[in-house]
């Protein structure tokens, strides 16, 4: 039986992450999906129902059609997996249903720098086999708002370990929601090209993309 597939959307309007060629090739690497990486428009214009889950992969600003939109939504209300990271917090800002299935939106970051990530929720694929404090270099993204009241937060970041930070003792930066009959992961970690060499991040990713993909 084939491996079920992945669409990874890749494309930018805004700011592009150096990181994303690594993303895609790690997510190829990562075994047990088959990894469909586009980044034109058409691709979310054509039927996503082959698709286990949708990944945005640090897209930015808007990508979408009007067409691309509604067959994303009616795909996540309907039971398809979405996944964003890192930069998909970015994107689409003029489409308020964005918001609401991602459960936040980016707000600003300080310089990438180490600091730590503490594990809220250990009963996830995505961070069950994490420490309980995880230390990671990244650029620590700050949200507009937190997204606890409608997401099951699995990580936050410790302010107190960098500089910069602006959200104070909130400070989710992995969650996983539901949106419709679908499922919604979404992590802020995954900035710099490094990152996608660490198996603690590729785990933290693998464990988001199958809870996302129902398996």
Do not use: K
Not at 32 to 51: I, M, N, P
Not at 112 to 125: F, I, T
Not at 189 to 203: K, M, Q, R, S, Y
């Amino acid at each position: 039986m084939a491996d079920p597939a992945l669409l990874v959307h890749t494309r930018t309007t805004d700011y592009r992450h150096e990181s994303i060629p690594a993303g895609i090739a790690a997510l190829r690497a990562l075994g047990g999906f088959e990894v469909h990486a586009r980044e034109d428009q058409a691709a979310l214009e054509e039927t996503l129902d082959r698709y286990a889950a949708v990944v945005f992969l640090s897209t930015s600003g808007d990508v979408l059609t009007p067409a691309g939109r509604e067959r994303l939504a009616a795909y996540v209300e309907g039971g398809g997996g979405f996944v964003g990271v890192h930069a998909a917090s970015c994107t689409e800002y003029g489409w308020p249903y964005y918001g609401e299935l991602l459960g936040a939106r980016f707000a600003g970051h300080p310089p990438v720098q180490p600091g730590r990530a503490l594990v809220e929720d250990h009963d996830h694929p995505a961070t069950r086999h994490l420490p309980p404090v995880w230390e990671v270099t990244d650029e620590w993204y700050d949200f507009r708002t937190s997204p606890r009241p409608s997401a099951r937060v699995l990580l936050s970041a410790d302010e107190s370990s960098y500089d910069g930070g602006a959200m104070g003792d909130d400070h989710p930066l992995a969650w996983c929601r539901t949106q419709g009959e679908g499922r919604v992961f979404y992590t802020a970690l995954g900035h710099t090209v490094e990152a996608w060499d660490d198996p603690l991040f590729l785990a933290h990713l693998r464990g988001g993309i199958t809870w996302a993909a129902g398996r």
